[in-house]
């Protein structure tokens, strides 16, 4: 088995180009480059500039359909985007318009930049400093900003906008000024986003889409992926690495393994989990890797948070002596607050797509062997492991992490209204092996970290950015992700029924929805189904946790959330309903009805919750830190 | 008279700090210091790294009320800023949340930095290299960009995103790491945008507000206002220049004034207005400073933009010997696509806060003063002027600006439905003096230029940064505006009537509004009446008219409109009106019986136009311009 087989998700196909003209239009190129990458849908707002582009959506010379979907602004189409590169794990694209548009979305794609989302942002510029018009040169065109104290003097800054992103939130940025290389840079960006799995940009004047360019490239690489883009390891260092590993893991007995988010970021998730099915090692999920190990395994543990961890969960992890943490990725957020504890004796090791960290937790010694890429030393891992020489040897009175670990209130059983500890014991019933879980940012976030998740199921959330009014945009791209790739994200189809197809399930505050709330029109334009439940707790919760609990400035104005889907478009009702649930009794009458029920459309609950209702999980992260 | 009582509109108080403790908060210094220049209500989300500020909004110590509007989300809230200085001609200010929420701001702050509109941009940031404990120094904290490719090795850059904006999209911008210079450096950065009439920027360390600081510069600077920051000019210039001025006007027998943006953003419309009437010159606009010259003055003439002009008034401008233009602002859209003529042997006098250029079109001879405010000569001019030396000999088959200019199809007066020919006719009607007008970038921005305006109107629009979306939160902003200072803009009380409160108008196309609607929820919350027209065309027809007329990408999700304010919290429609207008006899009844009304709530009408409908002033600006 070879990488290229290895990478399995990694399947961008060969478009079909090798008889294509030698010359097409620029528009023609990159729309059929984003084909051979396997984006199939690209997210923006039509705009003066990138209207040029849009035309060859209809061109028949494209021959595959790639899908425009329109949002209501930038932002949101910059969430929808990263939403898609998060569930397809191939790079989503964003398109929008210089300036008044590519701005607007530039916070989405920092949140894509922080999270390591692939997405290509392809900005429609206009006449610049390129024309053969020196007044265009150097006057004050429509979206540009002019200089600052010399506006009438002298022209603008044409790049300005271009120097704001460059090598801060991109790791590769392109302002197309040759037609001559144009698809050179083209693929250079998106050969720089796979390998990095971080945002570029695409600067390309709108007059570039209609001129004819070589084709060349779409014949000589027919697809850009990341078995041939990614950091490479040396023979000798995949051998030298895998064998430590090995050596190590050969001499516990009480190894763990620990996925974070990089691991699901460079597509091996379904690796991982045959390493530890075959291996029986314990796992254990960071917060920003939760869903990546199977939960429903025998071998799941729990997510570790340091202190903020559940406390049976810290106990097994603390027993284990060899952690072995695939995909690391360090922040406060991900790492309990840096409160990150081993056991006294424990051997970890760090992979990592670009170095190994190998670290004694009592000798405090370190190694770190750079360019070495983890996704070579899993693939050696799997095929050279001797399965005899393991010692396994857990205490047995440690279980599978289950839904009991979760402990709540006594009095939480007596109550009839609905409250996020009853969430965290009652809607893990409810979801189904296959579903994707999206959530935003807020104090519902903190509460699903301990869900028990069933197994294929794919938790979808922003957990450094942490923006609120991300999640509902993100629903959308995922939900149109979902239509171009179903079933992409089931890595062992046997868990999932075959005619049970996966729900998409969204769970929003209402603090944070009113940000991006009129992408709900653009799911109903789209038929993208899902079941939304609008936490609605009156406000903004999470920062009444941390602050002004009583404050007006932590209210939002209430909403009548049930009116919003007839009134963004669905004036019938065909392809929605909306409801209020208020009591546990109502929620779970209604979601015993849905459970198995497929997904035709939007469900919208509004749960009512209490204003300062939180979960501990909350309240122990605010312990933790203080603002 | 004083230039200190010349800006009259520059009133901005002594916040009676007197008796100020020497020693304050931060939080407190900063509101307070807002509240002195002028600065009543301040926009923004609440975010974990700006709590500690807004909790001074609820401080005894204040004494004074700042209001807090909490908007849905930062864009929105941007765009309402910016509309609020736009209204009351004084800093307004923002704040967010590091990253999350500031850069969802950028593109409403870009904008303004365009169009030269006083914002202040406060930014909550965490803790950051500032921190005494190291591992918050190197480590990723939420909101904030790991480093791109050693993320987990090595610390943030704490001041990427300031980096991002610094001198881009700022005239002054501070990063407080110092407390002890902190209260120096909010004055100098609200010193430099009251100069340069550009947005500003605060990032302050959530830590900062509650820490001590001497409260001394309230004191020695009661206030901080335009007459003390904008840029001097010597009493030996003002006096050489003025002359100059004056000896080209007398000369001349067919001047004219042409009014641009910059006088009304350096407070001197009033001081234009009387210039004048005093002389009796012919006045016209530019199309960025349309409603600064009084269009019911028997001397206003139209707005003059190149060959985008109305034929008439491009005759009367070309008939003029002097041109004499206060506060130009060159730029493809003020200038009719740079398209801007004169009389062969015109003289063109431009005046702007920093120079003074004259141009001679004849010899093409041209000469620049640098260092030349034009409040300082207009000042003079007026208390200079011998109007006895004045021979004025205009072309008497020349009239005053009026709405027979507009030459609209003849079978236009056959229609039934509502068309925008039909919308420029009958509109002007409506309106009624001292009303405020606001229109979104969109086809109806282009029929509203020549729009004959009542006396002591204001029209708000973005002229030259053209982002969709942003009239509807700008106009938030304007109506908390007149909420604080009721009646600012108008200079001339006796052409209002006493006991006639000046309407909130604003024209929204559908395209537009989907971007930013749920601020009208915070309309309503913050109980700002207003008229809205939402012009529902079916999609973006101003890009229809550019490319793709009948592409789908055109094309938005039909919304019920009307049905939007009861969702965002009307719920009994005691504060809102909601109506569909589809044919001109609807209209016209229901705007008879709106006309004299006081404006109690919000009216929202849908105004069904034709999805192809556009005005002859646009189809102009596509032919003069392509994309």
């Not at 709540?408 to 893990?428: F, R």
């Not at 979808?460 to 992700?481: E, K, S």
């Not at 208020?582 to 459309?601: D, F, P, V």
Request: aromatic letters at 10%; proline letters at 4%.
């Amino acid at each position: 088995m070879t990488v290229s087989d290895f990478l399995s998700k990694d399947d961008a196909k060969d478009g079909g180009f090798a008889d294509v003209p030698e010359r097409i239009p620029l528009g023609e190129y990159l729309l059929k480059r984003l084909i051979s990458i396997g984006t199939k849908s690209v997210f923006g707002v039509p705009g003066d500039y990138n209207l040029s582009l849009l035309e060859y959506f209809y061109d028949d010379n494209l021959k595959t359909d790639i899908k425009w979907i329109g949002c209501c602004n930038e932002l949101n189409a910059s969430y929808a985007a990263d939403g898609y590169s998060r569930y397809t794990g191939r790079i989503s694209c964003l398109l929008t318009t210089l300036g008044v548009g590519e701005l607007g979305a530039l916070s989405g794609v920092a949140g894509a930049c922080c999270e390591d989302v692939r997405v290509l942002h392809v900005v429609g510029i206009g006449k610049n400093e390129l024309s053969d018009e020196a007044q265009i040169r150097d006057r004050n065109m429509h979206h540009m900003l002019p200089d600052m104290y010399e506006g009438n003097m002298k022209g603008p800054n044409h790049r300005i906008y271009y120097e704001m992103i460059k090598g801060r939130i991109s790791c590769s940025s392109e302002y197309l000024d040759d037609i001559t290389v144009a698809c050179d840079r083209i693929d250079k960006v998106i050969r720089d986003i796979l390998r990095h799995s971080k945002p570029g940009y695409l600067f390309i004047p709108s007059s570039f889409f209609d001129q004819m360019v070589e084709s060349r490239n779409l014949v000589t690489s027919p697809t850009l992926c990341l078995k041939n883009e990614r950091f490479m390891t040396s023979e000798n260092d995949i051998e030298r690495i895998t064998d430590l590993v090995l050596s190590s893991l050969y001499g516990s007995s009480t190894p763990a393994l620990l996925g974070d988010v990089k691991t699901d970021r460079f597509g091996i998730n379904k690796q991982l989990n045959e390493f530890a099915e075959m291996t029986g090692i314990w796992c254990f999920s960071t917060v920003s890797g939760k869903s990546i190990l199977d939960e429903s395994s025998k071998y799941y543990m729990g997510v570790y948070n340091g202190n903020c961890s559940l406390q049976s969960v810290k106990e097994k992890f603390l027993s284990c002596d060899l952690i072995i943490n695939f995909g690391i990725d360090i922040n406060e957020a991900n790492y309990g607050f840096f409160s990150y504890d081993y056991k006294n004796d424990a051997k970890v090791i760090q992979l990592h797509p670009r170095y190994v960290r190998f670290f004694d937790n009592k000798t405090k010694q370190e190694e770190i062997f750079q360019n070495v890429n983890f996704i070579d030393i899993l693939d050696r891992l799997i095929h050279t492991i001797d399965l005899k020489q393991l010692g396994l040897s857990y205490d047995p009175s440690f279980k599978s992490f289950s839904n009991d670990d979760l402990v709540i209130p006594e009095h939480e059983y007596t109550l009839s209204h609905i409250t996020q500890p009853y969430l965290q014991k009652y809607l893990p019933n409810y979801f189904n092996p296959g579903d994707i879980i999206i959530s935003d940012t807020g104090s519902f976030q903190f509460a699903l970290r301990d869900f028990k998740l069933p197994s294929q199921s794919k938790l979808i959330t922003q957990n450094l950015y942490l923006a609120i009014g991300t999640a509902l945009p993100m629903a959308l791209g995922v939900g149109i992700g979902m239509q171009d790739y179903p079933r992409n994200h089931i890595f062992d189809d046997s868990k999932v029924d075959k005619d049970y197809k996966p729900k998409l399930i969204l769970f929003e505050g209402d603090g944070s929805a009113i940000m991006t709330v009129q992408e709900l029109s653009t799911m109903i334009r789209y038929k993208v189904p899902m079941e939304i439940f609008l936490l609605n707790n009156n406000g903004y919760t999470i920062e009444r946790a941390i602050k002004g609990p009583t404050r007006s400035y932590n209210d939002i104005m209430p909403w009548k959330w049930t009116l919003l889907l007839e009134a963004f478009g669905d004036f019938d009702g065909g392809f929605t309903k909306s409801e209020v649930l208020k009591t546990r009794k109502q929620m779970e009458a209604k979601l015993e009805k849905l459970k198995l029920k497929s997904q035709t459309g939007i469900e919208f609950h509004e749960v009512i919750l209490g204003t300062f209702d939180i979960s501990t999980q909350l309240s122990q992260m605010i312990a933790s830190t203080s603002q």
